[in-house]
């Protein structure tokens, strides 16, 4: 067994059912298998829960379960894992990272909050425990603009990493929060030439925009919102054709929800595909995911110094979601 590349390398049995042994483990270990929705579909079928990132930041919360198999990426793993110093939890594939969370690295912006005295710091869920643990109030793209609405009107307020979903909310709200300044790479790919391109093969289609696509791809949506509420839309909705601008994985809940709709991924700028993926998301395979369940590996670890300073603005975000 080798966890070296982070994930367990490890020889499976030739002939396994790996759906059906990952239910036996699950049930064995008293673990719940969490996953976003940008996951591979094997793996949001086979999960307990599937959801956005504040879907499953409640859910592991609120689990009783002994282990958490967060089947996503790394700041998901570190999110639980505060929410949940007790239990095991494992993400099965470690090098699963994020580059929004990764064009915000921690002592930069500690060093920025501090050199901005009185302003209050509200972070991005897609950020590491060292940033949370510098930031006031954690929030989603779901409910960014809830958080930001509840606070006073003339309070002074950094909103880091993501400067497209800071744009997006400034524009709905008229503040003017001081934005650091990082990006999601697949978001940042969609362009509102491709989505022209797909309007003129789809003329009555309804264009879903995730806040972390640049403002002007935003200026063309029906609907702008998290993957939650794109979801949610294109189900109440008497439109049978959805642009989808957010990452492609989304679509596999949307088709399952809407069997008679049709949904078309907006490819990325350079249009060396179809739809616009994230690697990262990808990484999480069956076969780590029962690896991870029967190893117990690899498991999530956070600071305690850390953990105890980045637990508080994730619970006032749950708090603030209720």
Same mark, same amino acid.
């Given at each position: 067994?080798?966890?070296?590349?982070?994930?367990?390398?490890?020889?499976?049995?030739?002939?396994?059912?790996?759906?059906?042994?990952?239910?036996?483990?699950?049930?064995?270990?008293?673990?719940?298998?969490?996953?976003?929705?940008?996951?591979?579909?094997?793996?949001?079928?086979?999960?307990?829960?599937?959801?956005?990132?504040?879907?499953?930041?409640?859910?592991?919360?609120?689990?009783?379960?002994?282990?958490?198999?967060?089947?996503?990426?790394?700041?998901?793993?570190?999110?639980?894992?505060?929410?949940?110093?007790?239990?095991?939890? *494992? +993400?099965?594939?470690?090098?699963?990272?994020?580059?929004?969370? /990764? !064009?915000? $690295? =921690? #002592? %930069?912006?500690?060093? @920025?909050?501090?050199?901005?005295?009185?302003?209050?710091?509200?972070?991005?869920?897609?950020?590491?425990?060292?940033?949370?643990?510098?930031?006031? *109030? +954690?929030?989603?793209?779901?409910?960014?603009?809830?958080?930001? /609405? !509840?606070? $006073? =009107? #003339? %309070?002074?307020?950094? @909103?880091?990493?993501?400067?497209?979903?800071?744009?997006?909310?400034?524009?709905?709200?008229?503040?003017?929060?001081?934005?650091?300044?990082?990006?999601?790479?697949?978001?940042?790919?969609?362009?509102?030439?491709?989505?022209?391109?797909?309007?003129?093969?789809?003329?009555?289609?309804?264009?879903?925009?995730?806040?972390?696509?640049?403002?002007?791809?935003?200026?063309?949506?029906?609907?702008?919102?998290?993957?939650?509420?794109?979801?949610?839309?294109?189900?109440?909705?008497?439109?049978?054709?959805?642009?989808?601008?957010?990452?492609?994985?989304?679509?596999?809940?949307?088709?399952?929800?809407?069997?008679?709709?049709?949904?078309?991924?907006?490819?990325?700028?350079?249009?060396?595909?179809?739809?616009?993926?994230?690697?990262?998301?990808?990484?999480?395979?069956?076969?780590?995911?029962?690896?991870?369940?029967?190893?117990?590996?690899?498991?999530?670890?956070?600071?305690?110094?850390?953990?105890?300073?980045?637990?508080?603005?994730?619970?006032?975000?749950?708090?603030?979601?209720?």
């Amino acid at each position: 067994m080798n966890v070296d590349n982070g994930y367990v390398d490890a020889p499976i049995e030739e002939g396994i059912d790996l759906k059906k042994e990952i239910v036996r483990l699950k049930q064995e270990k008293n673990a719940i298998i969490l996953a976003h929705y940008y996951q591979r579909p094997e793996i949001q079928d086979i999960a307990d829960f599937i959801g956005d990132s504040l879907a499953l930041a409640q859910i592991a919360a609120e689990s009783q379960a002994d282990i958490i198999v967060m089947c996503g990426v790394q700041f998901m793993g570190e999110t639980a894992k505060v929410l949940c110093p007790g239990k095991k939890v *494992i +993400v099965p594939d470690m090098s699963a990272g994020c580059s929004l969370a /990764d !064009s915000c $690295p =921690a #002592d %930069e912006f500690e060093k @920025f909050v501090a050199g901005h005295p009185g302003y209050t710091v509200v972070s991005y869920v897609n950020t590491t425990a060292a940033v949370k643990a510098v930031t006031d *109030i +954690v929030v989603t793209s779901g409910n960014a603009r809830k958080i930001i /609405d !509840s606070l $006073p =009107a #003339d %309070e002074k307020i950094i @909103f880091g990493p993501d400067r497209n979903l800071g744009n997006y909310i400034n524009m709905q709200t008229g503040r003017n929060m001081l934005l650091w300044d990082g990006a999601c790479h697949v978001h940042e790919q969609f362009s509102l030439e491709k989505i022209s391109e797909l309007r003129k093969q789809y003329p009555g289609a309804k264009v879903l925009v995730h806040p972390e696509c640049r403002r002007q791809v935003q200026m063309v949506a029906d609907k702008v919102g998290s993957t939650k509420v794109l979801l949610d839309y294109a189900v109440a909705s008497d439109c049978d054709t959805f642009i989808v601008a957010t990452e492609s994985g989304i679509l596999h809940e949307m088709v399952k929800k809407c069997p008679t709709k049709k949904f078309i991924p907006v490819p990325p700028e350079d249009g060396t595909c179809s739809c616009n993926e994230c690697a990262y998301m990808k990484l999480v395979t069956l076969e780590k995911l029962y690896n991870s369940l029967k190893y117990e590996l690899p498991l999530v670890e956070v600071d305690p110094e850390v953990a105890a300073k980045a637990v508080k603005p994730i619970k006032r975000m749950l708090e603030l979601s209720k």
